[in-house]
């Protein structure tokens, strides 16, 4: 019986810290948007430090999972693949790179979650 017991307690605390991790990967960047933190990762194609991170974003019945590029040096945003799903259809759209500086507001929001992304970025890469 106490076995059991050992056994429970190891099974529940496992699923704890499972869960602990996990939350630990999901930021809410707000209350539309929730970012895996474990696909933000840094790249240096042409020697250019360029970040890629996925979200899921909500608003009413329709759900977006986005892929992004933050080109760092270039200061360009690319909505690389966006998959819309709503009750009755799901369709797959991609945008070119928008210059952050020369953006509407949509760009600058989204230039803003990526500078924000690439901060939590290097602040776990300096923890290393």
Not at 13 to 20: K, N, Q
Not at 30 to 45: C, E, R
């Amino acid at each position: 019986m106490k076995a059991k017991k050992i056994l429970a307690v190891l099974a529940l605390t496992l699923a704890v810290s499972v869960t602990a991790f996990a939350k630990e990967e999901v930021w809410q960047y707000n209350q539309f948007t929730t970012i895996d933190m474990s696909t933000a990762k840094l790249s240096y194609p042409a020697g250019m430090e360029t970040l890629t991170f996925e979200t899921v974003e909500q608003a009413g019945d329709t759900t977006d999972y986005c892929t992004y590029v933050y080109n760092v040096d270039e200061q360009t945003i690319q909505l690389k693949e966006m998959i819309t799903k709503t009750k009755k259809s799901k369709y797959k759209s991609n945008f070119y790179p928008e210059s952050v500086k020369n953006g509407n507001n949509v760009i600058k929001a989204r230039a803003r979650m990526a500078d924000a992304v690439l901060q939590k970025v290097m602040a776990e890469k300096n923890k290393k």
